[in-house]
């Protein structure tokens, strides 16, 4: 097997990479520096605890596409020939060759699994792109909703607030129920900004309508209402009810 590996700038330069959580990108250099020369790791979990990265950051890799995950617990890495090419006299083929053959690689390099070999799990070109609730990961022996990115939505909600929400139970329900009807990371940021934007320094009754800015609130029944939203330029302080769009 080779011992050196390469990364190109094509894929870990993107916003879509720079963006994740530093644990999620380092996660996937270990992943990478560990995958033999077809480009799959045979213990991603273990490789998980050696990165120091989490559960969430295992799935936001699949979320996200960057890789691949198999019934038998192995994943590969998605764009493994676009960052590696190894000489055949210093190439050892893969012994996972029951899900190398659930794949097919595409015109500029990619791996994508094969339409035929899906049957329990939609192609990894749907996953991110259809409802992650009813999708399945099943290598990674979790339900296909904790490919939610909870804590994500959470942390930007707090960034934006400057609360201290946290990733419990009751927050997470309505972030599926969300989920499950379409909506994704981009539509929750965006209805957090829109109404940070419209509540912040408003009243409501004598109540600040900033209070409302939380979970059960922005992520309830009005989510759409809030999503399409258009933010407002402050002028002053005396907006009618019936502007803040209250959840009541």
């Not at 989510?223 to 209250?246: A, G, K």
Request: include cysteine; glycine fraction near 4%; charged fraction near 30%.
């Amino acid at each position: 097997m080779a011992q050196r590996r390469m990364f190109s700038k094509k894929i870990v330069d993107t916003d879509l990479f720079i963006e994740m959580s530093p644990t999620a990108k380092l996660l996937y250099f270990y992943l990478n520096m560990s995958a033999d020369d077809d480009g799959f790791v045979g213990n991603p979990k273990t490789i998980k605890l050696v990165s120091g990265a989490t559960d969430d950051d295992l799935k936001i890799l699949v979320a996200k596409q960057f890789i691949i995950p198999f019934e038998s617990g192995v994943i590969v890495i998605k764009d493994w020939k676009i960052h590696n090419y190894i000489q055949k006299d210093r190439y050892s083929k893969t012994q996972y060759t029951d899900e190398k053959s659930q794949l097919i690689v595409e015109e500029n390099g990619t791996y994508t699994r094969c339409i035929q070999n899906v049957s329990n799990l939609d192609t990894q070109d749907r996953l991110g792109k259809d409802r992650l609730g009813k999708d399945s990961i099943d290598n990674m022996s979790v339900k296909t909703d904790e490919v939610i990115p909870y804590s994500e939505i959470i942390d930007y909600l707090n960034e934006k607030t400057g609360r201290s929400f946290r990733n419990v139970d009751v927050n997470k329900k309505l972030i599926k129920a969300r989920w499950n009807d379409g909506y994704k990371l981009d539509d929750f940021k965006m209805v957090v900004d829109n109404m940070v934007i419209n509540w912040s320094g408003k009243e409501f009754n004598g109540t600040a309508a900033e209070t409302y800015l939380q979970p059960k609130t922005l992520f309830g029944n009005k989510f759409d209402s809030y999503l399409n939203q258009i933010p407002r330029t402050q002028t002053n302080n005396n907006y009618v009810d019936d502007e803040l769009d209250l959840p009541f």
